[in-house]
């Protein structure tokens, strides 16, 4: 079985300022992990995905996660957040082998504050 | 590409009615995806069909009947709607294979039982 928490159900951040959200996830097997931003009224969107190799990911919109497998983390990083950033984040995990389902987190509404 | 779709946009029904949500995807996928959406709890599967010709259950498939039309085409039935069932229905369709595939989803359905 696998799981995912997001601690933070609500971030505020000032705009121009960096913002971390936080994911860690719990899994008996390899895993792939990912971001997905859903704005207001409108379905999810991948912004990034960590399938193997570098544990630094880039994605969409400057928006970066690091993978640490000790502390099965994969928390979502950006420098300088802008209003259109006003969104909700949701870290997912999938399992790594043949056919496998994504569960999803419960997600953190990151409000930018101008 | 429309991507995904889905039919209705809203819906309001009493207690015990019926209704189908109309979900179709023109990316060629073979995985599609029912979700619901509730405040604090992410998103949990309903129902997912891996290929044509299949259906398996998900975290809460209970209220709820799936049909894979065809390739494009995935519909989520209530055969008698409660009002536990209020919530927002999301569709989803990926690649199939092994994980790691993007999920991309429709614009939700929000469907509210009386």
């Known amino acids: 079985a696998q799981s995912v928490t997001q601690l933070d159900s609500q971030v505020p951040v000032f705009e121009e300022a960096p913002v971390e959200l936080r994911c860690n996830y719990s899994?008996?097997?390899?895993?792939?992990l990912f971001w997905y931003v859903q704005y207001p009224n409108q379905g999810l969107q991948l912004l990034l995905k960590?399938?193997?190799?570098?544990?630094l990911v880039k994605g969409i919109n400057g928006f970066e996660a690091e993978f640490n497998k000790s502390q099965t983390s994969f928390h979502l990083r950006k420098p300088s957040v802008h209003i259109s950033d006003t969104a909700e984040y949701f870290c997912?995990?999938?399992?790594?082998?043949?056919?496998?389902?994504?569960?999803f987190g419960t997600g953190t509404k990151l409000q930018v504050i101008p | 590409n429309a991507g995904v779709t889905q039919t209705p946009k809203f819906q309001v029904l009493k207690t015990g009615q019926s209704m189908t949500l109309q979900c179709a995807q023109d990316?060629?996928?073979?995985?599609m995806y029912w979700y619901r959406q509730d405040p604090g709890m992410g998103l949990r599967l309903i129902y997912y069909?891996?290929?044509?010709?299949?259906?398996d259950k998900g975290e809460v498939p209970n209220g709820y009947n799936v049909s894979r039309l065809n390739k494009r085409e995935f519909s989520l039935r209530l055969e008698s709607a409660a009002p536990s069932q209020t919530s927002v229905y999301f569709c989803?369709?990926?690649?199939?294979?092994?994980?790691?595939?993007?999920?991309?989803f429709g614009p939700g359905t929000r469907l509210t039982v009386l």
């Open positions: 960590y399938l193997s190799g570098s544990t």
């Open positions: 989803a369709s990926s690649e199939a294979g092994r994980g790691g595939r993007e999920q991309f």
């Open positions: 997912a995990v999938s399992g790594s082998g043949g056919y496998q389902k994504v569960t």
């Open positions: 069909s891996a290929s044509e010709g299949t259906t």
């Open positions: 899994s008996s097997v390899s895993v792939y």
């Open positions: 990316m060629n996928h073979n995985s």
